[in-house]
């Protein structure tokens, strides 16, 4: 028993390493070939933790070789469109012009099903309301909406304020951030200052943000 729970924690950090050198990215945002490679290793990986009669080496071997291949193809991507379109596939126009393309929807296999869901999701509920739409090589819809439906913007209205980064977490759980207090330029000894003031202090703390102009929340622990 020690055996097999010693070989299932290797394994574990390994493939938590391995999906960490491919990339951040959720289930629904992986690349066919990326999808590809995750199902493999995820197979791979129950192998030497089923049967301890194979080698720990045998399921280290081709996850490292699939996790590095992944690696590669993402280099060589970089470098060659050929490779992406290889890879990847294409982005695929079905709404030009507010005109629906059946023929594009049919040689990708998206149904009208489909088209109806993705933009249901993102809140358009007439598909006369759509401009331009294309299939990303994710299998997401992206859609640009015909000028009288779009949101107002500020730019609309003509408002004018000065650009600024949203709040982040300086504290969180009791506990400092230093890459986000040295991104905002937040010392310390500004927090140890501003949290007196509050009459609380850092362990008290549940989650602290704060702006790039210093303003601040608290939400303190229950």
Do not use: H
Request: hydrophobic share 40%; aromatic share 6%.
């Amino acid at each position: 028993m020690s055996v097999v729970f010693l070989r299932a924690v290797i394994l574990y950090i390994l493939l938590i390493f391995t999906v960490r050198l491919m990339g951040k990215r959720q289930i629904g945002e992986l690349q066919p070939s990326e999808l590809a490679i995750t199902i493999l290793i995820s197979n791979i990986a129950t192998l030497p933790v089923e049967d301890t009669g194979l080698p720990l080496l045998t399921g280290i071997v081709p996850i490292v070789t699939l996790a590095s291949l992944d690696v590669i193809m993402s280099w060589l991507g970089m470098k060659s469109r050929l490779v992406r379109r290889f890879t990847c596939g294409k982005p695929v126009i079905i709404i030009n012009n507010g005109v629906l393309d059946q023929k594009s929807m049919r040689s990708i296999r998206f149904t009208i099903d489909d088209l109806s869901e993705s933009l249901r999701s993102q809140g358009i509920f007439d598909i006369s309301e759509v401009q331009f739409a294309v299939v990303e090589t994710t299998g997401k819809l992206s859609v640009y909406q015909k000028y009288k439906y779009r949101g107002v913007t500020n730019e609309d209205m003509e408002l004018k304020k000065k650009d600024s980064d949203p709040p982040d977490i300086v504290i969180s759980d009791g506990e400092l951030v230093p890459e986000v207090m040295e991104r905002l330029s937040v010392s310390s000894e500004w927090i140890d200052n501003t949290l007196r003031r509050e009459r609380t202090s850092v362990k008290n703390v549940f989650m602290m943000t704060v702006s790039p102009d210093k303003k601040y929340s608290i939400i303190l622990k229950n």
